[in-house]
């Protein structure tokens, strides 16, 4: 999958809900206000510290996801 095929707001958002995490603790876990999680779902892209913080928070690499395996050869 190409990097500009996934929405990462919604990918987020996706994963967020199949582990069964509410936007409450999610927000919490982020230091982010409710309002700023619903803003950052409707995103195509983030900031790189913040994905790599929100991958630590869910236990899930969205970078090997966004970026495929070629991030890790440059």
């Known amino acids: 999958m190409n990097f500009k095929d996934i929405h990462i707001g919604s990918r987020i958002q ?3 809900k199949d582990q069964g995490r509410n936007v409450t ?3 919490k876990q ?3 206000e409710r309002s700023n999680v619903y803003k950052m779902f409707k995103r ?5 510290d913040l994905l790599i913080r929100i991958s630590e928070v869910l236990g899930h690499d969205f970078l090997s996801e966004y970026f495929g395996d070629g991030r890790r050869s440059r």
């Open 14 to 16: 996706q994963v967020m």
């Open 25 to 27: 603790w999610f927000a």
């Open 30 to 32: 982020i230091c982010y």
């Open 44 to 48: 195509k892209s983030i900031d790189t």
